[in-house]
């Protein structure tokens, strides 16, 4: 059971914007940096954000991140085929001492 | 360009041990923090633990004292054993390196799976 809870599935047509929320804690997204991932099945997950809104060097900046007391946010900008994937929000959790992942939404281009 | 070759056993029967070992290349060692995550089937991503290059580690408590992570840093490879599996353990096993502004390096996973 995650700590970070995110919306199971998220939908939108082509070139929409779409936001998923990432919901934690004092112990972990209010005190520690915030990354997300992107995960296609079969394949090594990908870093996407970190430290709450930086993106690493060529990720689209179509991918924004922000954080804001104990929740943060993802949203893809131009909404693509190729965004199909599942995305986890993950911190560092000082009580558990311990990385923790979110449980993870599934994006669905339509 | 960093990359992390991946190794172990890929099935395994109730109660044995899992190992896994990973491969630094291209990179440095230090510096860095090594970590094992997972994903059981249909499940999402669960971090196991990491290490430094100084030894130090950290584990998810909710795999109870099974987990231990080493690292031999003269070969820059680091290894990952969990005792008495069971069938919960069933999953693909990532290496990853986490430079502490995020993962950004990860292996091609392995799959282990605990049957009897």
């Known amino acids: 059971q995650s700590v970070l809870t995110q919306p199971p599935s998220v939908s939108g047509t082509p070139g929409q914007r779409v936001t998923i929320s990432c919901s934690g804690g004092?112990?972990?997204?209010?005190?520690?940096?915030v990354c997300w991932y992107q995960h296609l099945p079969g394949t090594a997950p990908k870093l996407l954000i970190y430290?709450?809104?930086q993106r690493p060097s060529g990720v689209p900046d179509r991918f924004s991140g922000s954080k804001s007391g104990t929740s943060a946010s993802l949203a893809i900008g131009g909404l693509r085929s190729e965004d199909e994937a599942d995305y986890y929000c993950?911190?560092?959790?000082?009580?558990?001492?311990?990385?923790?992942f979110g449980t993870g939404t599934k994006v669905t281009v339509l | 360009q960093v990359q992390l070759q991946q190794w172990g056993a890929g099935l395994l029967k109730p109660s044995e041990t899992l190992s896994l070992t990973c491969a630094v290349y291209g990179g440095s060692f230090s510096d860095y923090y090594w970590n094992w995550i997972r994903q059981p089937p249909g499940k999402g991503l669960e971090w196991v633990g990491e290490i430094d290059h100084n030894g130090r580690s950290n584990y998810n408590p909710s795999l109870k004292g099974r987990v231990t992570i080493s690292a031999d840093t003269s070969k820059s490879q680091f290894s990952l054993k969990v005792t008495s599996v069971t069938a919960a353990d069933t999953a693909v096993y990532f290496c990853?390196?986490?430079?502490?502004?995020?993962?950004?390096?990860w292996g091609r996973g392995t799959t282990v799976t605990v049957s009897s």
């Open positions: 993950a911190a560092w959790d000082d009580t558990l001492s311990g990385y923790v």
């Open positions: 430290n709450n809104d």
């Open positions: 004092s112990s972990n997204i209010e005190s520690n940096y």
């Open positions: 990853a390196r986490d430079g502490r502004n995020g993962i950004e390096v």
